[in-house]
């Protein structure tokens, strides 16, 4: 499978990428595939140790922002995507 590039994932140096790889997500597909949260909650279930940083990376990698204004712009919503997606669902 084809690595991923920082033209392809802009935003995303090599140790963030190598962890995206160590949880299945080799490329703008994959991640444009899962979304930012889920790919986060991926990374984590493969056991590396990442930061929300990563979360917010990845969020800038697909919509074109710098991960910093993510941060500060998108943090709550985000977080709140994040806390649901670790809910069992009810049923």
Do not use: F
Request: proline letters at 7%.
């Amino acid at each position: 499978m084809p690595t991923s590039t920082p033209s392809d994932l802009p935003g995303l140096g090599p140790k963030s990428l190598a962890m995206l790889a160590a949880a299945g997500i080799h490329g703008r597909a994959d991640l444009e595939r899962l979304g930012s949260v889920h790919a986060y909650l991926r990374v984590k279930a493969a056991g590396q140790n990442a930061s929300l940083n990563l979360l917010w990376a990845m969020e800038g990698a697909l919509t074109g922002e710098d991960w910093r204004v993510v941060a500060r712009e998108e943090r709550t919503r985000l977080l709140l995507a994040l806390d649901a997606a670790q809910r069992p669902e009810p049923g």
